[in-house]
DNA sequence: TCATAAAGTAAAAAACATTTTACATTTGAA
DNA sequence: TTCAAATGTAAAATGTTTTTTACTTTATGA
């Protein structure tokens, strides 16, 4: 799964940690997504979605193999 | 968080198991997810949101709650 | 250059999603 | 009304996300 979070972020000037406090996780998990290590839950996705202002679909997109 | 699952999947005329077969989980996360009685995963909601196309933010929707 | 903020990394533990198996309840069509 | 399909439920096991702590590396401005 591909993600335009850190696009997104620096859209905003926030540092991943300010990120972190906006949505209400750690730093470490703003971080390790946007590197793609794990797919989010759903609920933060939205929080990112909100903070943004751009839809859940416009910040991650499936990718082939999340399809198998 | 709330979530429309229940009427999009009646739109298409699929069962939970039809679903769950099409999204690659199994029929009892289907049904739990419609339930609420918890949030996917990303990737899991991007799959619902190509199956149904709809866009993710129109399936799930947070609630007051969500925020604390 | 040097100090500091920001970003990256790692590992263990906690929390939560998902599977599996199995059974109970509801619904709808014959 | 009855049978089967669909839905709901539960508990244990497994896999994944998230937290926490702590350290390393990179970027930036004074």
Do not use: C, H
Not at 16 to 21: F, K, N, S, T, Y
């Amino acid at each position: 799964m591909k993600n335009t979070i850190k696009i997104n972020r620096a859209r905003l000037g926030l540092t991943q940690a300010d990120l972190a406090v906006k949505v209400q996780v750690s730093r470490q998990t703003i971080n390790a997504m946007e590197l793609g290590k794990y797919a989010p839950s759903t609920i933060l996705s939205l929080k990112l979605s909100d903070i943004f202002d751009v839809p859940v679909n416009e910040l991650f997109m499936l990718e082939e193999g999340d399809w198998q």
